[in-house]
């Protein structure tokens, strides 16, 4: 392990915002250099104007509304998908319009984004408008489709641009070469969330609610902070301020019943909701329900409901989809490193097994990235075509090696899609083992030999810090997540005490050299973590932070790394 401590900056700028020294130099280094940055004032973020296309999808919603057409938002089943299609349906229905219809794929019958069939049944409905949320500019053939039955489509989306564009009527996408808004990073319901803050500009302009009240698009901001941390954005300035906006909400009591019940139904205390506690409860039970095979997804219905006991009884159906999707993955992954070992010093790593459900490729490839520190590429499937998700490390843009690869070789690739870190493709299963040595290939070329793990830490921590207070101070100058990465410190210590806790984790109590002693945990502890004893002396990486129960809180100290000096 490597540890690299961040680069101490100058901040007296930002002395008259916040008093505390460590915690200045803690926002420094991730860039915040202002008020509106360190307070993440929501009247501060970007204006809609600057997204390419915008002006032509609010005229477009904005009339449809006003004529009383009927509308269907056309999602996707993950976090990001799930939660912009609830965003969509309930704030269409608040601006004004008079009927709105969802549709959300399987990802086992009719994969991502919109289909022809979903076009046909939505002619056949009566719609006139499709509405795209995080999906579109991928889907040309059904969009094209769509335009051919006389529907109008407007694509909103986040997702890498192809060559070859839907014939939508307008597309919303901040990945445009051309287009000027300041932030690429908003998540597919931000997206939407400000094409749809546009479209109530432009109805008010028309006069549509002269005499009532002016709908508040900000209180969907819950929706919003859900689909910018389920999809692993990066919380540059201006998703930082939608997000803690969004926080505020939810703490407050002041969200969907939807969320109120989820965070229920796994013990996550509302009033203490942050980027940890979503990313790593409530969004796998929201996106549990795509990953194993379902009639219906039950989670779009949960985040749309207004009724607190039908909310309850959802939230408990996606708590028994999230144990059986855990059960399906210990033994998957099991399965997994067996056949990863034999790949073990290869510049990537590409698994198949036709038993393999889908919907858990991107969480295989994620723990087999991790487990081996490469690119991971994980295929299932058994008929002739394969699906596979992938995981790749920094400096590897997953989507632009399959770009270059598809210039290569034509016909490698059915189709694919996704961002730098995560992406998928399908491919014919004749294909894998040719596919399996270009990406390798990719990989050499791109990466070349595997380097020692690195920790960027924020330095020695004083030891009067490891408290409380200085938890609580944290929380307050959050959200911290991807980009905006949660403060960890490192120090070396003395082992006082040490213990395996159900067998995977590790409970140790260390001494500092002023005489200070902190309790703390290693979660999944590897064997070389496993092998430290009482008295070793070691050094650490680690976070602090809070454990909220039943309305109390308590001092949580988490390595992130530990080993012997």
Not at 116 to 141: F, H, P, R
Not at 526 to 544: D, F, G, H, L, Q
């Amino acid at each position: 392990m490597k540890i690299i401590r961040r680069q101490s900056l100058n901040d007296s700028h930002l002395e008259p915002y916040v008093p505390d020294p460590v915690i200045r130099q803690i926002l420094v280094r991730r860039g915040v250099n202002t008020k509106s940055d360190v307070t993440c004032d929501l009247s501060e973020i970007h204006h809609y104007r600057d997204l390419n296309g915008i002006d032509k999808a609010r005229v477009i919603i904005g009339d449809a509304i006003m004529r009383g057409d009927p509308i269907l938002v056309a999602g996707d089943y993950d976090v990001d998908g799930i939660t912009g299609t609830a965003l969509g349906v309930r704030c269409l229905y608040d601006l004004g319009a008079a009927k709105v219809l969802y549709f959300v794929p399987s990802r086992y019958e009719g994969g991502y984004g919109i289909s022809s069939e979903a076009v046909d049944s939505a002619y056949e409905g009566g719609v006139k408008l499709i509405l795209t949320v995080d999906n579109g500019v991928s889907c040309k053939e059904s969009i094209d489709y769509a335009k051919q039955k006389g529907l109008k489509v407007v694509i909103t989306d986040h997702h890498e641009i192809p060559e070859e564009l839907p014939n939508a009527d307008a597309i919303v996408d901040p990945k445009f070469p051309s287009d000027k808004f300041p932030s690429k990073n908003l998540c597919g319901a931000g997206v939407l969330f400000y094409v749809l803050a546009a479209t109530r500009a432009y109805l008010r302009d028309r006069g549509f609610y002269e005499g009532r009240a002016l709908p508040q698009i900000s209180r969907f901001l819950d929706l919003v902070a859900l689909g910018t941390i389920g999809d692993v954005m990066q919380l540059d300035s201006n998703n930082r301020k939608l997000v803690k906006s969004g926080f505020d909400r939810i703490q407050k009591g002041n969200c969907i019943v939807g969320i109120k019940a989820l965070a229920t139904s796994c013990k996550v205390d509302l009033s203490a909701i942050n980027s940890t506690n979503i990313a790593f409860y409530l969004c796998p039970r929201l996106n549990a329900p795509g990953r194993i095979k379902l009639k219906e997804n039950p989670a779009v219905a949960l985040m749309l409901t207004d009724d607190d006991v039908e909310a309850a009884i959802i939230a408990r159906e996606l708590e028994n989809c999230n144990r059986r999707r855990g059960d399906f993955e210990r033994v998957f992954l099991k399965e997994a490193s067996e056949d990863a070992k034999a790949q073990e010093g290869a510049s990537a790593i590409v698994l198949y097994r036709p038993n393999w459900l889908v919907g858990l490729g991107g969480l295989i490839a994620s723990r087999i990235k991790e487990q081996f520190s490469v690119p991971c590429f994980v295929f299932s499937g058994e008929g002739e075509e394969l699906s596979g998700s992938a995981r790749s490390v920094p400096g590897f843009s997953i989507v632009k090696v399959l770009q270059s690869l598809t210039e290569k070789a034509p016909d490698l690739l059915i189709r694919f899609g996704g961002h730098a870190m995560a992406a998928g493709a399908s491919i014919e299963k004749r294909n894998l083992e040719r596919f399996k040595e270009m990406f390798n290939q990719a990989a050499l070329e791109n990466l070349g030999e595997p380097t020692e793990e690195e920790i960027i830490s924020d330095g020695q921590l004083p030891s009067n810090y490891i408290s409380l207070a200085f938890a609580r101070d944290l929380e307050c100058y959050g959200p911290w997540g991807n980009g905006f990465e949660e403060p960890c410190f490192d120090g070396e210590f003395n082992v006082e005490d040490v213990f395996l806790l159900e067998c995977k984790h590790l409970i140790f109590t260390l001494r500092n050299d002023d005489g200070s002693v902190i309790r703390t945990i290693k979660l999944r502890a590897t064997p070389n973590e496993r092998s430290i004893v009482k008295n070793s002396r070691v050094r650490a990486v680690y976070t602090v932070g809070i454990n909220h129960h039943h309305g109390s809180e308590k001092l949580e100290i988490k390595l992130l790394s530990i080993e012997t000096i």
